[in-house]
């Protein structure tokens, strides 16, 4: 679907927020891998509302979640843009899909490990196991 309105550097700030909102429509729309990470998100979120995390925790963990969805949304425009620029296989095009998939990857990765160390240390925080090792 073609935009319908092009982007202009003197949009006042309601266009540039409607412009914004129709591009996170977009980038959004029939992404399985961000609904994917979107689901996991709001399941991250239950978990630490569950466990009683900290503030930090949670700062922690939303930036992780923000950076996750900020690269599959700069992956998203990076095929948009790719199929603007050709319908047929080229290298060049092909190469940067694959890197900007690995920067989603990356992102997730790192996001894993993050919510793997909040939620451990909460858990042993809520079973006293580490009261139980200093002892």
């Not at 992780?64 to 603007?84: G, H, K, Q």
């Not at 047929?88 to 899909?97: N, P, Q």
């Given at each position: 679907?073609?935009?319908?309105?092009?982007?202009t550097p003197?949009?006042?700030?309601?266009?540039?927020?409607?412009?914004?909102?129709?591009?996170?429509?977009?980038?959004?729309?029939?992404?399985?891998?961000?609904?994917?990470?979107?689901?996991?998100?709001?399941?991250?979120?239950?978990?630490?509302?569950?466990?009683?995390?900290?503030?930090l925790e949670?700062?922690?963990?939303?930036?992780?979640?923000?950076?996750?969805?900020?690269?599959?949304?700069?992956?998203?425009?990076?095929?948009?843009?790719?199929?603007?620029?050709?319908?047929?296989?080229?290298?060049?095009?092909?190469?940067?899909?694959?890197i900007g998939?690995?920067?989603?990857?990356?992102?997730?990765?790192?996001?894993?490990?993050?919510?793997?160390?909040?939620?451990?240390?909460?858990?042993?925080?809520?079973?006293?196991?580490?009261?139980?090792?200093?002892?």
């Open positions: 679907m073609p935009p319908t309105e092009p982007y003197d949009d006042s700030w309601p266009e540039k927020f409607r412009c914004a909102f129709r591009g996170l429509r977009r980038g959004v729309r029939g992404q399985k891998s961000f609904l994917a990470h979107f689901a996991l998100a709001a399941a991250v979120v239950v978990c630490a509302a569950l466990m009683r995390v900290s503030l949670w700062c922690i963990l939303l930036s992780s979640i923000t950076v996750v969805l900020t690269a599959e949304m700069l992956n998203s425009a990076l095929e948009w843009m790719a199929r603007a620029i050709s319908d047929e296989e080229h290298d060049y095009l092909g190469t940067a899909l694959d998939a690995a920067a989603v990857l990356i992102a997730s990765l790192g996001a894993s490990l993050v919510g793997l160390i909040v939620f451990l240390h909460r858990l042993g925080v809520l079973l006293g196991w580490w009261t139980n090792l200093l002892r």
